[in-house]
C-alpha cells in the first residue's frame, strides 16, 4: 500500500502561484501513472492533470491548460503541481493519487487511481 502525503496548499490572491507536492512512501510507484485531482464544495472530484511513469506523457483539465503544470522527480519519489495565474475557481482541496503502471502513456479514469493522500487546501481570493 502507498501512502501519499500533500503538501503546499494556502490562501492566495488571484494571480498568485502555488507549488503543490506529493510525497510517496511504502512502495515504489516510480512506474506508475501518477495524477492531481480536486473538489471543491458541493462539487464532485474533479481530474486536474496526471503524469506518466516518466514525465514524458502529461494530461490537464481544460480550466488548467496553459496555467499548471505538472512534473515528477522519481529519485525523490514526489509529484508536483505548480499553479500560476491562480483564479477562486480554483478553491478546492487537491489531492493527489497513484495509478497504475503503465508502459506508456497516462489514464484519465477516476476509477484507475487507487491509492489517495488526504488533500491540502487551496483558497484563492479575488
Known amino acids: 500500500q502507498v501512502h501519499l502525503v500533500e503538501s503546499g496548499g494556502g490562501l492566495v490572491q488571484a494571480g498568485a502561484s502555488l507549488r503543490l507536492s506529493c510525497t510517496a512512501s511504502g512502495r515504489d510507484t516510480n512506474w506508475d501513472v501518477m495524477g492531481w485531482f480536486r473538489q471543491a464544495p458541493g462539487k464532485d472530484r474533479e481530474l486536474v492533470a496526471v503524469i506518466s511513469w516518466s514525465g514524458a506523457s502529461q494530461s490537464y483539465a481544460d480550466s488548467v491548460k496553459g496555467r499548471f503544470t505538472i512534473s515528477r522527480d522519481n529519485a525523490k519519489n514526489t509529484m508536483f503541481l505548480q499553479m500560476d495565474k491562480l483564479k477562486p475557481e480554483d478553491t478546492a482541496i487537491y489531492y493527489c493519487?497513484?495509478?497504475?503502471?503503465?508502459?506508456?502513456?497516462?489514464?484519465?479514469?477516476?476509477?484507475?487511481?487507487?491509492?489517495w493522500g488526504q488533500g491540502t487546501q487551496v483558497t484563492v481570493s479575488s
Open positions: 493519487a497513484d495509478g497504475p503502471s503503465l508502459r506508456s502513456g497516462v489514464t484519465t479514469e477516476t476509477r484507475d487511481f487507487t491509492s
